[in-house]
Each structure stands twice: as C-alpha cells, then as structure tokens.
C-alpha cells in the first residue's frame, strides 16, 4: 500500500492543479455534455502517459525537440481559439447556465472526443506530468513496486475527472445566475490564453540554434 499511496499522492497533486484540462472538465460537467466520456478520455490519456512513464519509455519525447515544438504550437493555437470563443461568451452572452445550455448545439460524442483529446495532448505539459515526472519517481523502484504506484497515480487521476465532471452538477445552483456564467466563462478564457502563451514561450526558447 505504501507505493499504491505514493503513486496517488503525486499524481494527485500534479492533476489538481488548475490547468487548461481542468477548466474543460468542469465546463462539459456544468453543461452536462457527454461528461462521461470526456472524464473517461481524460483518465484514459492519463494511464496510458503514466504507463509510459512508469516502464521508463518517456525519453522518447524528451529526445525529439521538434515532436515537443509541435505540439507547444499546435497546442497555443487550439487553447488560444477555445480562449477567444470563452472571452466573446464572457462579453457577449446575458444566458444563464440552462440557457446557454439548452441554445448550445448538441455535441456529438466524437466532437467532444476529439476536443477533450486536443485539449489533452496537444500539450507538453502534461507529458512532463505523466511521462518525466511521474516516470523519474517511479524510475528507482522494482517492477513489483512500479504496478504499485502506476495503480496508486491511475487511481487518482479516475477519481479526480469522475469527481470534477460529474461533481460539477453540485454548483449548478450558482451557475443558474447569468452573471456567475460569464465570470466562468472568462475565467476559462484567461485560463487557457495563458496555457497557450506559456506553450509559445516555451517553443521560441526551446527552438534549436
């Protein structure tokens, strides 16, 4: 167990923090949009990074300078598209949550795939999280104690998407009132504009000599 509660603790405290991936989660729960497979795919990502990690295959990334430029700037451009269509939200809506809910056009189960799977990887970060981080911990342990703490981080990052996703539902009250939906909705522009000008930075100072 003392692996299994290791493995969580960190990968825990790595998922938590509020980031681009977070923020989409909580949106698609708030509007009850298939948050079951956006929760799911999120989880899925997870495991498969960590257990890319954890088997000591991460210096696959790390070693390609231009597969991580790549994805720095492919990532900036969504984050930034997704960011600018909050802010007009943030600025131009007067809907509350069930509203803005119900005038939305229906996304379909793979749109919203495809959107979760965007906001997911086309992301260095989270490959730092779950390939470099969570991989150099696990790198002195034996194989025994990996699977254990591979559970223990897989564990976490499940209960984390499950909980945000469909705990979101708990604030539906709040978001009811029109004004607390657009201070949501800025909130995730600024969110994600952020994410793509630190990914932007990231590739002009990562770009080879």
Not at 160 to 167: C, Q, R, V
Not at 179 to 184: D, E, Q, T
Request: with cysteine; aromatic share 12%; glycine share 10%.
């Amino acid at each position: 167990m003392e692996f299994v509660l290791k493995g969580a603790l960190i990968s825990g405290g790595l998922i938590i923090a509020i980031g681009a991936q977070n923020a989409f989660v909580l949106k698609q729960g708030l509007l009850r949009n298939h948050i079951f497979w956006v929760s799911l795919t999120c989880f899925l990502c997870d495991f498969l990074l960590m257990t890319v990690g954890v088997l000591g295959l991460g210096t696959l990334i790390n070693s390609s300078v231009w597969l991580t430029l790549g994805l720095a700037v492919f990532g900036a451009l969504f984050l930034l598209g997704y960011g600018i269509r909050s802010f007009r939200s943030a600025f131009t809506s007067s809907n509350s949550l069930h509203e803005s809910a119900g005038q939305a056009t229906p996304s379909s189960v793979k749109k919203i795939w495809l959107s979760t799977l965007a906001v997911t990887l086309l992301n260095p970060h989270v490959y730092l999280d779950t390939v470099v981080i969570i991989g150099g911990v696990a790198g002195t342990l034996s194989i025994d104690q990996k699977i254990q703490f591979l559970l223990g981080a897989s564990l976490a990052s499940l209960i984390w998407f499950m909980g945000i996703g469909y705990g979101a539902r708990l604030l539906l009250p709040l978001f009811e009132n029109p004004k607390a939906w657009r201070v949501l909705e800025f909130l995730i522009g600024l969110i994600m504009t952020w994410i793509a000008f630190e990914l932007l930075r990231y590739a002009a100072h990562h770009l080879p000599a």
